[in-house]
Every structure is written in structure tokens, then in C-alpha cells.
């Protein structure tokens, strides 16, 4: 009788899979995307579908046209993930094609072309989103305010279907801003920040999600409570979320003490736009951020700069996703520069002087 | 006393229960020992008995040859009936010189075992070096180097602490725990005859929180003595590893290429320091050890005090042999123990468990692709990069991987434990390792053979060099015998 491996030990294993990771960040996106849907009504829900089985569809049919395994790499649920976000950073009201297109950039081009799972160098739903900013700037920027489902002025289905897959967008009526849209547009007509700052959402509809804003990304406390849940289930750790925010926090707070008419503040910086969803979601994707944990801070305190300096300076009124795919661009260097300190080495890799204790 | 944190780690899932609470029961003698002349690091015994002879129980079989090596006893009395290669418990399958030993069933210890050395703390640190040398005893932990090497540290180190390592932090495994409840005094006593030896003033004992009888009965043995110290260390594997348990005891890291030695600190095995105890105060030599038999593929998990020797299948046997077809049959604990090639292969010094583990305990899974998760680098108890290492050798730059520290690793098995692409990290690892190594040798070689080369062709030279003024040498009066019979 033999019962030879053909590997080493160790002869157990934790009960982890990819699975299993990716089914806890859906789980954790799960209340933000259902508030939204409900919020943007149906149209929302059917660019999301779309853009998800896009995003599916598109990785199984890149899998079979080069004669990979599709089955184990579909299930992992790393399509699905990438799909869902990249809708989740989609104007709810967009029409079906952007889903299409977001998703081919996404997962062909930033995933599949560098070799698949694992592989890619920047964040795929990142990407998607990015690619049609750039491609079709006014759809992008078209958000629609709150229109929740069954309330009086949501579209029905069939009215819906007509603005996700006909031609029939009156640009007119989903024409609101988002709220760093607004300011950023009141700012290049002369308006100072404090004084518009009077006219974007209060607080409490920004922490609870009651603003135009990207499908998934209004609900400030939804998304914090979904990223405290993978923290919970050590998915995701602090480093990349605090340093994110933190730097945007301080960032903003300072400059915006030092002149409230052109900077805005730290508070209204982390609570709008893909700030939280970033943090929790989207930096922290495995693949495209360091590994260690001092490189993860590194990377988040570089988002956080760089988020603000696009918003500030930048012709984009939201940062946050260019802003990752600069550093997911850093991130080998990152990596290669920072690292863990070896057992018994100093952090140049010499052993370490010898001292005893008295 | 105030502990420190190590860097890492894991915690697996330890099922200790299946065996924490069985007693430490004695196996039957087996009919047939096979006794290899290698159960240690170093070099092989020399056989110093003949096919026939009859010899007794602790009767040296093999005596040691070379600095680190270690003389192998009979395990009880009986007659040698054959010397020769059989399977060794190594995953290689190769065979090894081994004594098969037929007992004679009267379990006779020889008449000329060794004296018992009276008062041991009055003894010279040599004399039980010597003692422990003689006996055959080596670490078992389930390194198994010769404890008598480790014990000579104090004639070149100062010494602070002998560190005794009752951790065992290797799921399953619950030898040490039983030897600290059951054998409590022999262990105090070795353990103190040790830092006798050792030159050293203090002995702590550290034992994981996990084993709160263990714990118990050594804090009540310990008493007695004001030397010795016991201590309760977090659950947090690989908390048995000798560097990180100094750490977490003394709170500094050993230097790389540095013995913990140089820190002033000495780790033995708790199981070590009671074959010490049997060595000095009786002059018994190592001729069995406890053994966990476990794992969810065997009928009657058991803690079994196994004469070395013993066939795995016998040991099976006595524990109701196997329920099911196990997935993995594992020599020492599933973190860092080998699997074994086949049933017939004995238990040697080092094998602390014989664990027979179920599908669904071993979990294999095929592996992924890497998701740069990160988690490897999190716990990493050495502080590597497993991700960038296993990039490195996935592409055969091991160049790359060892700058990368790869000969650092200790194949705690962590990073393996916990990857959710299921990618054999510990697997790559050893393989660059050895890859490695056998590169390092081969340089040596060369290096070895080139300056040989060089020698020779320098003596070659010197020779015709010497040829060359013997020949003129001759020449000359043979070219002159003119002069010669002029002069004549």
C-alpha cells in the first residue's frame, strides 16, 4: 500500500479558496448594489445584469478561443466580481453598450491579455471604467438624481427598457451632476466652494445614499459597512482602506482650512464620489495592489494624493479610479522595494549584529 | 514572565483531541526490529555486531563514526538476524543498512549497560556529554541531531537558559503532551541534568497554552526547584520552532548564520531531557520513544511507547489498524512530517507521530493561479515572500529565489496551509533548496577538482623539471669521459 504524494507538505489545509474570497466581497456589495437598484430603479438593475454577464460571457469566450480549462476559471467568481464593480462605477441610467464595451475593456484587454487570474497589472473593472469615461464622456457624466423603485416618476420596466436598450435617452432628464461634478463645474464659473457647497446634498443624504451618483456609490454608510465586513472576515485588512482615506482626509482638510473657497474639505472628499468604494473595494483588489502590508500603506497613501490631486487640478471631477490604476502601475516597484524584514537579517538582507542581553 | 511576539504564523485546525487523553500505553513487542544505522543527522553507525550473535536489551548495535553521528542500541533482547538494506522511512522509498533484531521475548537489558552516575550535578559537564553520546540520544522534536553535540555548546558559548521546548505545535501531535503529564519528574530531572551540562543557570520550560494538564503537572514539578521556570506561550504555530520560541521567550531574533547558542540560549525537547534522565540515572540508552498514532484514518487513535525498530503496519496494527483507505499516511506531524513510502518501514528516533489522514483532512486541492492575496507574506514566520520566491522558481531562477532568501525558509509549511489558490509553496521551496545545494556542491567540486588539477600540474612540472636536471645531470659526466681519462 502506498499513499505517496507527488508534492511535499504540508498534509492539511486551511478550508480557503478564491472561491470563497470572492463570494465574500459580493456578499459585502450585496446591500449597497440592492439600495442603489432600488434608489435608480430599473434601469440600474438591467445595466447591471448586462454588465455582468458581459463581463462573463466575454472571459468564457477569451477562455475557449485559447483552449483553456472554462469552467474552473468561470466559477472562480473573479468575472463576476469584476463585473459587478465596473457597473457599480457606471451611471445608473447608461445605455446597455457602455456596459458592453466597459466590460470588454475590462476583462479582455486589462485581464485576459496579460495572461488572466492573477496576472493583470491594472485593476480590470478599473480599466472598464476608465476606457469609456474617456470613449463617451457625456453618457459618463449623465447621472440621474433618485428615482426609487414603485415611487412616482421611477420609469416601469418597459419604460426602462426603452432607456437601457433603445435610443430613447433624453439627455435632459438625466442630466443632475453628481456632487463633485457641481462643484467642480460652479468652480470654473467663478463660484467658490464654500458658496456652492450650500446647494450639493447634506450630510445625511450623502452617508445614506440620497444623491445622483454611480450605481453603487452614493451610499456612503452601506459601502463602509460592507468594507467593515470584510475586514471582519479578514478578507481585505486596514492598511490600503486607512491610508486611502486617511491621506484624503488630512489632505483635504488642511488645504481646505487654509482656503474653504477653492479647496474642498477632507469630509466631503471621503464621503462623495468612489472614495469609500474605492477604498474598500477597488484598491484593495489582491492582484493589482503590494503584497506586503508596509507596501499596502504606501500604495493607499499614494491613491489618496493622487485622488486629490485630481479632483483638485484635474478636468475630471472624480479622481479615485485614475488614481489606482497610477499606483496599480507602482505596485511591482512597490513590491520589490518594500518588503517584509527576513527572520534574523536586516532589512539590507545582512544577518543581523549579533547582541545579548545582559 | 513577559513574553514576546514572533512575527506570523498560523492556526491550523489541531484536532488534538482525538489522542490528548489517552495515555501513554507500551506496544507489545513486535517479533521482528528492523534497526537502521541512520536515525539521525550525520553520519551512519558502524555495525559492531555479527549476523547470530545474541545480544541484550541496550546492548550497542552501531557505534557512532564521525563529530555528529550517534551509536544505535538493541531495543530489547534477542538474536541479529540479518544486516542488510531495507526501506527506510524517507519519502524516497530508498533503502538503508539496517540490524533486523529477533526478540527473544524476555526483554532482558544486558548486563553491561553503563553505570548510573550518582550525582549528576557533581559530574563534569564531559562526563555526561559522554553519558548522553553513549546512549544514543538525539533531539526528538523529530529533528533528531545528536543531542550530545548540542550539549557541548556550553564549553564554547556562554549560556543563560537551557529553553525546553514542549510547544508542540504540530497538530495532532500529543507525545510531548502525555511525556509532560505522565513522565513529569523525569522530564524536571533531565532537563536540570542538561542545564548542568550545559553550564547554564536557568531552565525554562515552554509549553503552548493549548495543554493546560501539561502545563499543570510541570508548574507543580518545577516548584521544587528554583531554576526552573515554566511558561505558557500563545497557540500560534510554528511556536516549536527552535529560533521563534527563543524569540518569544527572550524576545531576540538569532542573527542569520548564528546559533541561538550565540544568544545565550540552548533548546532541547522535552522528551529529550527525560531520555537524558534514563541515560544518566540508570544508564539506559535510547532504545524506544513515544509515539502519536492518529489522524481520523486510524481505528484507535493512541499514544504508544514504541520500541525503535518497531514496522509501521505492527503499530497500525496495535491501534486497530486503518478505518478506510487514509489519503496521506504521514511520518511526524501533517505541518512538517514526510510521508511515507510504505507500511513496512520502522519507527526510528525521530518519528514522533504515525498519522493516518482522510480526504478530508488533508484537503488537497489542485492548485490555481496565484491571486497575490498577500497572506503568505502576512505570515510568513521568517519574514520572506513566498509569492515572489515561488515566481522565481516556477521559472527556474534559482539565482533569483535565493536572493530572494529561499535558503532562509524553514518549511514551516505555513504559506501552503493557508493559500486559497492551493499553490504547494513548501513543495517549490524544498525544490530550490535542493536544487540549490546540489548547484553549491557542484561548484565545490569543481573548485575541488581544479585546484587538484592545478597541484598536479605543478608536480607533473616539478617532475620533469627534476627529470630534466637528472638527465643533464647524467648527461654531463657521460660527455666528458675524455677529460676524465685525460685526467686519469
Known sequence: ?358 | MKLFAIRGGIHPDYRKELCAEKAIVALPLPRKLTIPLQQHAGAPALPVVAVGDVVGKGQVLAKAQGMISAPVHAPTSGRIAEIGDFPAPHPSGLTQRSIILEPDGRDAWADDLPAPIADPFKASARDIGDRVAASGIVGLGGAAFPSAVKLSLGTRHKLDMLLLNGAECEPYLTCDDRVMREYTDEVVDGARIMAHALGAPRVVVAIEDNKPAALAAMVKAAGAFANVEVVSVPVQYPMGSERHLTQAIIGLETPARKLTADLGVVVHNVATARAVHHAVRFGRPLVSRVVTVSGKGISQPKNVDVPLGTAVSELLAFCGGLSGTPKRVISGGPMMGQPLPSLDVPVVKGTSGILALTDAEVNEKPAGPCIRCGTCVTICPCGLVPVEMAAFIRKENMDGAAKSGVMDCVSCGSCSYVCPSHIPLVHYFNYAKGMINAKDRERRKTEQTKAMVEVRAARLEKLAEAKHKATAARKAPTETPGEGKASA
Open chain 1, 1 to 358: 500500500m502506498t499513499f505517496l504524494p507527488e508534492k511535499s507538505g504540508p498534509f492539511g489545509h486551511a478550508e480557503t479558496s478564491v472561491q470563497k474570497t470572492m463570494t465574500l466581497v459580493l456578499a459585502a456589495l450585496l446591500p449597497a448594489t440592492l439600495f442603489n437598484v432600488w434608489l435608480f430603479g430599473w434601469p440600474a438593475l438591467l445595466l447591471f445584469l448586462v454588465t455582468v454577464g458581459s463581463c462573463v460571457a466575454i472571459e468564457a469566450g477569451c477562455l475557449k478561443m485559447t483552449g483553456r480549462p472554462v469552467q474552473p476559471t468561470i466559477t472562480d467568481g473573479s468575472a463576476v466580481l469584476t463585473g459587478w464593480l465596473l457597473a457599480l462605477s457606471l451611471p445608473p441610467w447608461a445605455p446597455w453598450w457602455i456596459g458592453v464595451i466597459g466590460a470588454l475593456f475590462a476583462i479582455w484587454m486589462a485581464k485576459f491579455l496579460f495572461g488572466g487570474l492573477g496576472q493583470n497589472v491594472f485593476n480590470p473593472a478599473m480599466i472598464g471604467r476608465v476606457a469609456v469615461l474617456i470613449s463617451f464622456p457625456v453618457q459618463m457624466t449623465a447621472f440621474v438624481p433618485p428615482k426609487p423603485l414603485f415611487t412616482e416618476g421611477a420609469p416601469g420596466l418597459m419604460e426602462s427598457i426603452g432607456i437601457t436598450f433603445g435610443e430613447t435617452v433624453n439627455m435632459d432628464t438625466v442630466s443632475a451632476a453628481s456632487a463633485l461634478n457641481f462643484i467642480k463645474t460652479e468652480l470654473s464659473r467663478g463660484i467658490p466652494v464654500s458658496q456652492s457647497m450650500a446647494s450639493v446634498p447634506g450630510f445625511t443624504d450623502m452617508a445614506l445614499g440620497f444623491h445622483p451618483g454611480s450605481m453603487g456609490e452614493t451610499s456612503a454608510l452601506l459601502i463602509l459597512a460592507g468594507g467593515l465586513f470584510l475586514m471582519a472576515k479578514r478578507v481585505i485588512s486596514w492598511h490600503i482602506p486607512v491610508s486611502l482615506i486617511g491621506t484624503l482626509l488630512v489632505m483635504g482638510t488642511i488645504f481646505n482650512l487654509a482656503n474653504p473657497d477653492r479647496y474642498l474639505s477632507g469630509v466631503f472628499h471621503v464621503m462623495s464620489g468612489a472614495t469609500l468604494l474605492g477604498a474598500f473595494f477597488i484598491a484593495t483588489d489582491y492582484v493589482t495592489s503590494p503584497v506586503s502590508k508596509s507596501g499596502q500603506i504606501v500604495f493607499g497613501i499614494g491613491c489618496g494624493v493622487l485622488t486629490w490631486v485630481i479632483r483638485t487640478f484635474a478636468g475630471y471631477p472624480e479622481g479615485v479610479a485614475f488614481a489606482v490604476l497610477l499606483m496599480n502601475s507602482l505596485t511591482p516597484i512597490i513590491d520589490y522595494h518594500i518588503r517584509p524584514r527576513a527572520f534574523g537579517r536586516t532589512r539590507k538582507g545582512e544577518p543581523l549584529a549579533l547582541t545579548r542581553k545582559t
